[in-house]
């Protein structure tokens, strides 16, 4: 992937499913390419399900690597506006950043690492998710592995179905703490998978 442009990061489903993203990105997502990121599944996502997804979490998370598309944008407000559409997310949800170090995000060192990685490879600016983890606020408690593991056991029907779905679609480079132990995990790899 040439640099110059914004380009939009993703480690979740934005890989798998761009939804109404897809005719205005460019190409095809470079895995492994974008910044290492703390992340972990500690987000519980009404749109899918009340399950577990991955979200950016300095706190808790593990340096995951995250992967880039180009934007057919040309402005960093319209990449913006694009994955805020994606995500049914308000444009405060979404974080950006410039090669120049400038940037808007809930996670200050977060703006500072795109920012810097934006200048090593030539973007000129990058946006990503900024939704936060809300383990705690959703179960009153906070977030370890046992707790996620124990919130997992505690799912059943449609939405066992989507934690399993959206956890094991989610890049293999995403090893979580809460990854790792699921895939050592009697119960969860017992499961009999989904349909699709």
């Not at 979740?12 to 990105?25: E, M, N, R, Y």
């Amino acid at each position: 992937m040439t640099a110059g442009g914004i380009v939009i990061l993703g480690w979740g489903s934005l890989l798998w499913d761009l939804d109404d993203l897809a005719p205005k990105v460019a190409g095809d997502w470079a895995l492994r390419a974008g910044p290492r990121l703390a992340m972990e599944f500690s987000r519980i996502s009404p749109k899918r399900r009340m399950s577990l997804v991955v979200c950016l979490d300095p706190d808790e998370g593990t340096p995951c690597a995250t992967h880039a598309i180009r934007s057919r944008r040309t402005a960093l407000g319209e990449a913006v506006a694009d994955l805020a559409a994606r995500e049914r997310a308000p444009l405060h949800r979404i974080g950006w950043a410039e090669a120049s170090g400038r940037g808007e995000s809930r996670m200050p060192e977060v703006v500072a690492a795109v920012g810097a990685w934006c200048a090593a490879k030539g973007w000129d600016g990058a946006v990503w998710t900024d939704l936060e983890p809300n383990f705690r606020a959703t179960t009153g408690e906070a977030f370890t592995v046992a707790a996620g593991l124990a919130y997992l056991r505690s799912l059943e029907g449609e939405s066992l179905d989507e934690a399993q779905r959206y956890i094991r679609r989610a890049p293999w480079t995403t090893r979580t703490r809460l990854r790792r132990a699921l895939s050592a995990d009697p119960w969860w790899r017992g499961l009999r998978p989904p349909r699709p």
